[in-house]
């Protein structure tokens, strides 16, 4: 049955979910995101310290200055893919923060709808309720008049 009083409330209450909804799969998203922009530089740091690691045994057992150079061109460049895989890392935690505030905002409308539809219908409730007295009220002063009239009437 449908209630036209609450009919919007309920429409913009599926609304507000719906917008829940997509900010949690965008937070997701994102957290997915960080966690693979944070694997990555990782990934690149123990790289490069297992680089380092080979070439120090190369340094001792060959002292050449083509080694050298490799290694001192390579390891620049490496360190500037950490470090920016590590600013890529950084604007992704940044969209994290934004899409998980971007979740509460939208949690805190959910919960605002809910609890005006929550207090609708109680008003409404409370209107019927009255309502329902009122009308047993009045059969019941209806049921004594009756009464008292065929008391006169027999007497």
Known sequence: MSNPSIDPLMALLGQAERERDTAVAL????????A???SQADQLVAYRGEYEARFREQFKSNNSVSILQCYQGFSSRLTQAIEQQQHIAA??????????????EQEMRVASVRKLLE????EQRIAADRRDQKQTD????????AQLQQ???AA
């Not at 937070?27 to 960080?34: C, G, H, K, P, V």
């Not at 207090?119 to 109680?122: A, E, K, N, P, S």
């Open 151 to 153: 008391r006169s009437i």
């Open 119 to 122: 207090r609708r219908l109680t």
């Open 138 to 145: 009045e059969f019941a002063a209806r049921a004594a008049w």
């Open 27 to 34: 937070l997701q998203q994102a957290n997915d995101s960080f």
């Open 91 to 104: 604007h992704a935690e940044r969209k994290v923060e934004q899409a998980r505030e971007d979740l509460r």
């Open 36 to 38: 693979a922009a944070q």
